[in-house]
Nanobody, 124 residues
C-alpha cells in the first residue's frame, strides 16, 4: 500500500510564500500522477493542482493559478507545492494523493491513496 506523508505547513502572513512537500513510499511512485487538494473547515475538499507521472503536464484550480506551482522529483519520491502570494482564503488542510493512472486528474475520484494532511494558515 502507498504511504504518503505531507510536511511543511505552518502559519504565515498574507503575501508570504510556503512550500509543502509530500513524501511517497517509493516503489512505484514515478508511475503515477499526483495531486494536491485542500479542505477548509465546513467546506468540501477541493482540487488545487495535479501533475502527471513525469512532470510535463500540470493543471491548477483557477483560484491558485499563477500563484502555486506543483512539481515532483521522482528520484526522491517527492511531490511539492510551492505557494506564493498566499491569501487568507488559502487557509486549509492540504492533502497530497496518488492517482490511479499516470495522467493528471482534477477529480478526487481519480486518486486512490491520500496523505494525512498538513495545516496551512494564512493570517491577515
Amino acid at each position: 500500500q502507498v504511504q504518503l506523508v505531507e510536511s511543511g505547513g505552518g502559519l504565515v502572513q498574507a503575501g508570504d510564500s510556503l512550500r509543502v512537500s509530500c513524501a511517497g513510499s517509493g516503489r512505484t511512485f514515478g508511475r503515477y500522477a499526483m495531486g494536491w487538494f485542500r479542505q477548509a473547515p465546513g467546506k468540501l475538499r477541493e482540487f488545487v493542482a495535479t501533475i502527471n507521472w513525469n512532470g510535463d503536464t500540470t493543471y491548477y484550480a483557477d483560484s491558485v493559478k499563477g500563484r502555486f506551482t506543483i512539481s515532483r522529483d521522482n528520484a526522491k519520491n517527492t511531490v511539492y507545492l510551492q505557494m506564493n502570494s498566499l491569501k487568507p482564503e488559502d487557509t486549509a488542510v492540504y492533502y497530497c494523493a496518488t492517482g490511479t493512472s499516470s495522467f493528471a486528474n482534477t477529480l478526487s475520484q481519480g486518486y486512490s491513496y491520500w496523505g494525512q494532511g498538513t495545516q496551512v494558515t494564512v493570517s491577515s
